[in-house]
């Protein structure tokens, strides 16, 4: 079972910034938070991930609350090419390893 | 750098029937994993190879396998393929085990 949990869905107004929620309590302390998300019928996109700092990239802000069992994907100006369904992700350990569980996302719909 | 590329885009195979899917990593990219989506099921891991050993495995049945190669491109086969199969498969690369990856645009296979 994936160890995050998200809205369902959300929307958000062209040229605003899109903050998208995900509670992660049980993460452990050497557990990264990433973030992908999908676009209809296309593979997963990467977008960012963190440990226990902002994080900023080129697409993204990630925001991990101090105690880490939260974060926010921020898409600072939000346009119609970013409705995707959006992931956050903590590996959890499977058989042999560490795997990326992907949980039912948030649907994100911008809008004009 | 050219991204990961999947083989075929589509695929039609009737139950019973075996099937291979094919995936070229990003130059450089060690580590291959697998996915499988459903819309009932969304987005569940297959496995993961690494320097052409398995070293992840999800909870599949065996009908499921894979294999990876020198050069990293890594196939999946599908054996004795039942209608619940239908699912558009992912390959995702990442540079070591654990990293950030990478996807594909993913195999749509449909089994009559």
């Known amino acids: 079972d994936a160890k995050t949990t998200q809205p369902t869905s959300m929307d958000c107004a062209e040229g605003r910034a899109a903050n998208l929620p995900c509670n992660h309590s049980t993460i452990s302390g050497n557990e990264y938070v990433y973030w992908y998300r999908q676009i209809h019928s296309q593979g997963p996109q990467y977008i960012i991930h963190g440990l226990k700092n902002n994080e900023t990239n080129e697409m993204a802000s990630l925001i991990i609350t101090e105690d880490r069992k939260s974060s926010t994907l921020i898409l600072p100006h939000a346009t119609l090419r970013d409705t995707a369904v959006y992931y956050c992700?903590?590996?959890?350990?499977?058989?042999?390893?560490?795997?990326?569980?992907f949980g039912p996302g948030t649907r994100l719909s911008v809008l004009p | 750098k050219a991204g990961v590329t999947q083989t075929p885009r589509y695929l039609i195979k009737t139950r019973g029937q075996q099937v291979t899917l094919s995936c070229s990593p990003i130059s450089g990219h060690r580590s291959v994993s697998w996915y499988q989506q459903t819309p009932g099921q969304g987005l569940q891991f297959l496995f993961e190879?690494?320097?052409?050993?398995?070293?992840n495995k999800g909870n599949f049945p065996g009908r499921f396998s894979g294999r990876q190669f020198s050069n990293s491109r890594s196939e999946m086969n599908v054996s004795t393929l039942e209608l619940g199969d239908s699912a558009l498969y992912l390959c995702a690369s990442s540079l070591s085990s654990g990293n950030e990856q990478f996807f594909g645009p993913g195999t749509r296979l449909t089994v009559l």
């Open positions: 992700i903590v590996r959890v350990w499977g058989n042999y390893g560490q795997n990326f569980v």
């Open positions: 190879y690494f320097s052409e050993t398995q070293r």
